[in-house]
């Protein structure tokens, strides 16, 4: 071979050098892990192959360790067989650091390399092995040597070939590494080494004219040791030989995850050399993948493989494969592995001083040995200072592999600040925060956890209330729970049964079932004006669907209703309007609300042979109340307690004989026995059983209140508040002795300057104040909250007393003053009698208010005189009840005992502008029923009402 053939053979040799393949006058690339990593192994430095990487990493881990590696450099390379071998070894030192030994061989058909080297490291820092400063060198002593008689036809006067065919050399490595402790987030590590550092001669001409290159490689990483360990890691690498090479630097990149210490996976790349370079010495990134797998037997033992793809245009489609071999005794690395961890669940946000909180400190044994006598110890800093204070100390005697124990920190922050605690493992707490561990571990850097938790004083103030002892004068009220209004309403071309309906359904299913003779009608409609506008049988159907959805929802609950709840399918009009006509509006806002009404699905009670009964007043009565005819209607009475017996008379007649005997034959009391007139008889009366009352009668019948009349009109509350935290929010509230707000009084609060209250609540009535009191509530802008109380609130009570007692009337049609319920007026006889036994007791005054309401449909002047109408009707049905049961004959008679006994009765119309209101527990429980809201339908059905108000009063004896 001719001086060009050994010249083209040098310049390969480069080439590969530049592609990171092992050659003398560049640096050494040993191992499988490194490589495999991009070889951005420098901050890592964790086991045996920091001999050739970073030798100051050789006193950061732990045990004895062996290492072997072989190459197969670019395998199909046809000209020559490109080999590496290395070997190492890594013992410790304890105190006096550690110490390693390498040898590395580079061999092929004309050259080979040697290196064999002394490494030595010494951690300078740190609290454990795994953590800390640490310096380290390598000595090497480099042999270089050219087979010469493997060299044909060569020219004898190159000076290759004249020069030796050996030469050795010294040479010197130094590096350093800092790895920084493990947070719950992980921990970063710092490191840089120093090759060629002396850059001896290696020309075989002398006169230092080939020196080795210096090379300075720094890196960082990121550490993250969990069950799954992540490494990620930059470098670099800073060259100073002054060969022509635009990019003298290149950059490395690398990244590896172990899963629970057996299996790893990698990659990395490293960047190219620059341009202005002979064609054959150009790089490109080369990119690298490898893996790991590692078993615990005798030996633990640990095999590495990496691959390293080049992108070189020269050496592209060669691959390098390497192999890596480690062995580390199994009895140097069975050791615990004592973990600190903590658990904050029970922690409040934000913490307060003065409170103690429980902290659960977790203390697990990761490793394979159990860990016998240690000390745990928590301590704590404020405002981040230097200065810790032991809070707890314990000590454990055994903790087995693989077990954890929890111990329960009581802390108690007695100031406010940022503070800092540091929970560690195989401490004796008195040198802390500085770990001070008996027990050899496999990783010592994981043995402290730091919590940083800021602690605040909350808000704290006070109130001044003004005056504490409160004169007032009671009215006492009994008035009707929420009224049922029996309808479902649907959406728009819907069948869907809302929510809103479910209590009424169920109150319906549980009064059939309490009375088992009665049947329950369901009757479906449509909106012809918006549904199925020219499809009448669409509608039908639409209606149809309606009503057995509802259907459905009451058999649902109970299967024996199956036969009791029946569809009315034919005898009606489905499309008929309940509210009027919306075509001839041309209020768009009017004729909306009354679509909303039809669509819609109405409830009828059958009562099967109860038909009603005639009583002629000439002739043999007792014989037309017979048991035959009256059986029937007495079992029905008997076992269904919601229907009432519905007596039809003419007015201004004396029938007090009949009522007697029926109550007599029936076996039911007065209560259920309703008097209705008819001016149309004359000498009949008509007996009948009327079942409406089901699907009429309240929720809940009455509601005993109290309303009062304060002698001190206001209440006057001052508040000041010392406060850390700019203020959030404060509100003043109003609360019975459960806690329970009534009211909120105020929350836009001016410190230090009185805020008036006339005990109302928020809509407008008046609030009790015995056994109550204000409650102050403060919030700081970060949560923290305080809260003031006043002292419970008493009364002294003026002599006057007054009684008031209401009855709702609902079921007045659309746009008609009278009610079509029979059911509802038998609440007119009800309140007749309470007027007759309030005069016979003696009441100073007796008062009768009687109002008409109207919904919100037509205009504000039309419904006023709608709802007077209303009024005036219902004030006439109550003096017809007053004649009967007072036994007058003529109106002048009943209006002279009114006003004989000081017994008022007034009528008036509200319109639309005073909706009617609901009171009692029933609001809670069926919290759809805001009645005073006219956006549903049902509502604007209640409000077509009459509401009738008894008021009386009574002198009382002062001081009582």
């Not at 402290?448 to 007032?472: C, D, F, M, N, Q």
């Not at 809670?924 to 005073?932: A, I, V």
């Not at 409000?943 to 108000?949: E, H, Q, S």
């Amino acid at each position: 071979m001719k001086t060009k053939t050994i010249s083209c053979f040098l310049v390969l040799i480069i080439s590969l050098c530049f592609s990171s393949i092992l050659y003398s006058q560049e640096y050494l690339v040993v191992g499988a892990r490194p490589v495999g990593m991009g070889e951005a192994y420098v901050p890592i430095a964790d086991d045996a192959y920091a001999l050739r990487w970073n030798p100051a990493g050789l006193d950061m881990f732990r045990g004895t360790e062996f290492i072997f590696s072989y190459t197969k450099l670019l395998w199909g390379l046809s000209d020559d067989n490109l080999n590496e071998g290395f070997a190492g070894y890594v013992h410790h030192l304890n105190k006096y650091g550690s110490v390693g030994v390498s040898a590395v061989v580079f061999y092929s058909r004309v050259f080979q390399q040697t290196k064999l080297g002394l490494s030595y490291a010494k951690k300078l820092t740190g609290e454990c092995r795994e953590e800390g400063l640490s310096l380290g060198f390598t000595i090497d002593l480099l042999r270089d040597e050219i087979v010469k008689s493997r060299i044909e036809e060569a020219d004898p006067n190159d000076p290759l070939l004249t020069g030796p065919a050996a030469l050795m050399a010294p040479v010197i490595d130094i590096a350093i590494l800092q790895k920084f402790k493990q947070t719950d987030l992980g921990g970063i590590n710092l490191g840089a080494t120093v090759q060629n550092l002396n850059q001896p001669d290696v020309s075989r001409e002398g006169g230092g004219k080939n020196r080795l290159p210096l090379y300075i490689k720094p890196g960082i990483a990121y550490v993250l040791e969990r069950e799954f360990k992540l490494n990620a890691s930059l470098g670099m690498t800073f060259r100073s030989d002054p060969v022509s090479i635009e990019n003298k630097s290149r950059f490395n990149f690398g990244f590896e995850g172990w899963v629970y210490d057996v299996f790893a996976v990698r990659g990395g790349v490293k960047s190219g050399y620059g341009k202005n370079v002979p064609e054959i010495l150009k790089t490109k990134p080369t990119y690298t993948v490898g893996t790991s797998l590692r078993i615990k037997t005798i030996f633990d033992i640990e095999v590495d493989y990496a691959l390293l793809i080049p992108t070189t245009e020269h050496i592209s489609t060669f691959k390098t494969h390497r192999f890596s071999l480690i062995l580390r005794p199994q009895v140097t690395t069975r050791l615990p592995d004592l973990i600190a961890d903590v658990n904050t669940r029970k922690l409040d946000e934000p913490l307060l001083a003065g409170k103690q909180y429980e902290i659960d400190f977790i203390v697990r044994n990761a490793g394979e040995k159990d860990a016998r006598d240690f000390s745990v110890s928590v301590v704590q800093s404020l405002s981040d200072t230097d200065s810790f204070t032991t809070i707890f100390k314990s000590d454990i005697d055994n903790l087995e592999a693989g077990e954890d124990t929890i111990l329960v920190i009581n802390w108690a922050p007695d100031k406010k600040g940022q503070y800092e605690l540091r929970f560690t493992v195989d401490d004796d707490g008195e040198n802390a925060p500085k770990i001070n561990g008996r027990i050899e571990e496999l990783h010592e850097n994981n043995n402290s956890r730091k919590l940083r938790k800021r602690v605040y004083t909350k808000p704290e103030g006070s109130l001044v209330v003004e005056p504490e002892v409160i004169r007032i004068k009671k009215l006492s009220e009994v008035i009707e729970e929420a009224p049922v209004v029996p309808f479902v309403f649907f959406e728009q071309n819907s069948w869907t049964v809302p929510d809103r309906f479910v209590p009424l359904l169920n109150l319906i299913t549980g009064r059939l079932l309490e009375n088992r003779n009665t049947q329950l009608e369901v009757k479906g409609f449509y909106n012809p004006v918006e549904e199925y506008v020219d499809d009448p049988e669409g509608g039908r159907e639409l209606a149809q669907m309606r009503a057995e959805q509802v259907r459905k929802r009451i058999i649902s609950r109970s299967r024996e209703l199956q036969n009791r709840v029946v569809l009315k399918s034919s005898g009606y009009d489905p499309g008929k309007p309940r509210a009027g006509d919306p075509v001839s509006l041309s209020n768009n806002k009017d004729a909306a609300l009354i679509n909303e009404e039809n669509r819609r699905v109405e409830f009828s009670i059958i009562l099967p042979g109860a038909e009603e009964i005639s009583i002629p007043f000439e002739g043999d009565m007792d014989s037309i109340l017979s048991t035959a005819v009256i059986s029937p209607r007495k079992d029905m009475l008997s076992s269904d307690p919601g229907i009432l017996l519905l007596l039809t008379i003419p007015q201004n007649y004396d029938i007090r004989y009949l009522e007697n005997k029926l109550t007599e034959v029936m076996g039911v009391s007065k209560e259920r026995i309703f008097i209705n007139f008819d001016d149309s008889l004359i000498n009949e009366a008509f007996i009948s059983l009327c079942s409406d009352y089901l699907l009429f009668a309240p929720y809940s019948q009455v509601e005993n209140l109290e309303e009062i009349i304060f002698e001190d009109s206001e209440l006057n509350i001052t508040v000041n508040v010392e406060y850390d935290s700019p203020i959030k929010n404060m509100r003043i509230n109003f609360i019975d002795s459960a806690g329970k707000v009534l009211t909120t009084i105020c929350d836009e609060i001016k410190i230090g300057e009185k805020i008036p209250w006339n005990w109302k609540d928020d809509k407008g009535n008046y609030v009790y104040p015995d056994d109550k009191r204000i409650r102050l509530v403060i919030e700081d802008s970060i949560g923290l909250r305080d809260t003031v109380y006043s002292n419970v609130f008493r009364s002294i009570q003026i002599e006057e007393r007054d009684m008031k007692e209401s009855i709702l009337l609902t079921q007045c049609e659309f746009d008609r003053p009278e009610v079509s319920s029979s059911s509802q007026l038998y609440k007119f006889k009800d309140f007749a009698e309470k007027i007759i036994e309030e005069v016979q007791e003696g009441a100073s005054r007796v008062g009768v208010a009687v109002t008409g309401h109207t919904d919100n449909i037509g205009t504000e002047d039309y419904n006023l005189n709608l709802s007077l109408r209303r009024a005036e009707y219902g004030r006439e049905i109550l003096l017809k009840y007053l004649s009967y049961y007072l036994g007058f004959h003529t109106p002048e008679m009943v209006h002279s005992w009114l006003l004989d006994n000081s017994v008022e009765i007034t009528a008036s119309g509200a319109g639309s502008s005073e909706p009617v209101m609901n009171y009692g527990e029933a609001q809670k429980e069926f919290s759809g029923l805001n009645f005073g809201y006219f956006g549903l339908p049902e509502n604007r059905i209640l409000n077509r009402c009459i509401k009738v108000d008894l008021l009386r009063s009574s002198k009382q004896e002062p001081g009582k």
